[in-house]
């Protein structure tokens, strides 16, 4: 006895290629027709023996989701010999076999899963994948693995429930022109997946084998890696693994870590993100997450487990907290968001974009507004930010880490299309004091450039390090050393522009450890230099002075009277005078300056 059944698109597609005829006879897993999405050619497959009633759609026809595709009469297997007496190939056999185990890995055959995932307003692996990768371009490695669960469930479940052991691992091109068939070498990215879907992302035998092995492709082929990160740590319920008492053995970890100063290491969180997984991310080189997104290196059932009492999930990492440690680069508003972020970034590291001259003549033109940036008054604020948006070509200031170490901006620019590296005082925090966030941030910046070739701007609007005994518990004899390490160690050009405070160790710090590290050592007008604040210097070093003044009107005269000798002396184009710095420019010709020393 049969019964009818209607098969529907699952999303918005076009039909490419229809492959059965009405009344043909089909076996379970046959293709009937191709769908286009997204890039990708889907097979639909007979879900199980039967015979077309009738096809609803026709070739290059645009269907949209649940639209009906191919009505089907299901009948026995049995049926088939003695309806269908032409037998298929044993070629055709293995086809449909190979065809239909993969769509077990595709969301449209995991329903359940993928509908869960939307209630939580997530996307899945799949879905990111698309968006990640040019259109055509992804080779997937190790589809086709299960969890290592196969004595305990069965194992045509395991192809379903635990696709791909739950991570998605391969090559793909991304920022590829997108009309090429072939990817370029300089797009060729490893592409690492966590399946949240998939037993909660945690990580077991198989998961690890995949991840081993893209590892190290991407380090054999120098391949930037782009990782997704969500998801658990080691999942104990893989029991086909007999012989592994505690797993320590894992290379996935040191292996990941190996490439540092390799090849660029992006991770993406969003959601969950605990132990194992949270361990990758924070060794990326640019970590991005979603606003859902909760990192920690240990999940609440580790840490109930260590005796530590039961904690919320969300209790764990939320990120208005790893944002604002530094944990988190740049927060994005949701996966798509990242998935973008991601793309952005890695183009810093992929080289140069295409900049026309009439881009050129735009920039150029604003150039002059770089004279208003400054206030009057210097004792007072102003936005460092827009000074960079001025000076960069439009959009392509990238900002890392904004809410931690505030008083230096850290970031990727491009001048004429080509990749920089900025470091920029920020007076609106702590008046511009490196503080230790800001200098371990910054030492990271300056070892992240310096690995991938970047060359590096530096604007400088500093009193200096900070300082205070409450300071000093925070370690910052040992934390702000690191920045001089960092500007000692840098091999890639180095372009410093004093806008307007430039003193003490901080300043020489940003400057790459002296005035004579950069490959140029410039200063707006408004300039300023000495070997610490200047209000601070009179006081310390007239102190006598000072102290024998009659009153205090006349102690007050005399303390103007000194910090404005002491202020011209430092003034940008008496420091010029005796060689201290390269030269004093206009501020509208920075950029050109900036162009022109970097790279021509």
């Known amino acids: 006895m049969s019964h009818s059944h209607t098969i529907t698109a699952s999303s918005i597609a076009i039909v490419s290629d229809i492959q059965v005829h009405q009344g043909q006879t089909v076996i379970q897993g046959q293709p009937l027709l191709m769908l286009h999405i997204m890039g990708t050619d889907l097979p639909i497959v007979a879900p199980q023996a039967g015979v077309i ?38 070629v055709e056999s293995a086809l449909y076999a190979f065809r239909t185990r993969q769509q077990l890995t595709l969301d449209e055959a995991r329903t359940k899963a993928l509908s869960k995932r939307q209630g939580q307003g997530y996307r899945s692996a799949r879905q990111n994948l698309a968006d990640l990768c040019d259109v055509n371009s992804f080779m997937e490695y190790g589809q086709f693995a299960v969890a290592a669960q196969r004595q305990r469930r069965d194992y045509q479940e395991l192809k379903s429930a635990t696709a791909a052991d739950g991570i998605i691992t391969g090559v ?37 084998q995949k991840l081993d092995r893209i590892l190290a492709v991407a380090e054999q082929q120098k391949l930037p890696v782009i990782m997704y990160a969500e998801g658990g740590g080691g999942r104990p319920g893989d029991t086909d693994i007999t012989v592994v008492n505690s797993g320590l053995q894992c290379a996935s970890f040191s292996s990941w870590a190996r490439l540092s100063a390799v090849v660029p290491r992006i991770a993406v969180a969003n959601g969950y993100c605990f132990a194992g997984n949270a361990a990758l991310f924070g060794a990326a080189d640019i970590r991005i997450a979603t606003k859902q997104s909760w990192i920690g290196m240990a999940g609440p059932a580790m840490i109930e487990g260590g005796g530590l009492g039961k904690v919320d999930a969300k209790d764990i990492g939320p990120i208005a907290i790893q944002a604002k440690n530094g944990v988190v680069d740049i927060v994005a508003d949701d996966e798509c968001h990242a ?26 033109a604003m150039q002059p507004l770089l004279r208003d940036v400054l206030p009057d008054d210097r004792r007072f604020v102003y936005d460092m930010r827009q000074a960079i948006e001025l000076l960069a070509d439009s ?9 931690f170490g505030g008083a230096i901006i850290s970031g990727f ?97 940003l400057l790459g450890g002296s005035t004579m590290k950069p490959h140029y050592m410039l200063s707006w007008p408004t300039g300023e230099f000495g070997g610490m604040g200047l209000e601070g210097a009179v006081k310390l070093g007239f102190s006598k002075e000072l102290a024998a003044q009659e009153n205090s009107a006349a102690r007050q005269d005399l303390y103007e009277k000194l910090v404005a000798k002491q202020y011209a002396n430092g003034q940008a184009s008496e420091v010029a005078s005796v060689l201290e710095i390269d030269a004093v420019i206009d501020p509208a010709d920075t950029r050109q300056i900036l162009i022109q020393t970097l790279f021509k």
Request: proline share 3%.
């Open 53 to 90: 009633r009738r096809l609803l759609v026709s070739t290059d026809d645009e269907v949209e989701t649940e639209q009906a595709l191919i009505e089907i009469d299901h009948i026995s297997h049995s049926d088939v010999a003695l309806t269908d007496p032409k037998s298929l190939s044993s």
């Open 172 to 208: 793909g091109g991304v920022n590829g022109a997108p009309d090429s068939d072939v990817t370029s070498t300089r797009y060729k990215t490893a592409i690492v997946i966590n399946d949240y879907s998939v037993l909660a992302g945690t990580q077991g035998f198989f998961h690890h």
């Open 339 to 364: 998935t973008e972020l991601a793309k952005r970034c890695l183009g810093y590291f992929q080289g140069d974009c295409e900049y026309s001259a009439k881009e050129q003549a735009e920039k150029q």
């Open 395 to 403: 959009d392509s200031f990238t900002e890392l880490q904004r809410q």
């Open 413 to 509: 620019i491009r001048l004429q299309g080509k990749p920089v590296g900025v470091l920029a005082s920020d007076c609106k925090v702590l008046g511009g004091a490196i503080d230790v966030d800001a200098g371990e941030k910054a030492a990271e910046f300056m070892q992240l450039c310096n690995g991938f070739n970047i060359p590096l701007l530096s604007l400088c609007d500093t009193p200096g390090f900070m300082v205070g005994p409450e300071h000093e518990q925070r370690g910052a004899v040992r934390r702000l050393s690191k920045l001089f390490t960092g500007g000692a160690k840098l091999s890639v050009p180095l372009v410093a522009v004093t806008l307007r405070k430039c003193y003490g160790l901080g300043a020489q710090a």
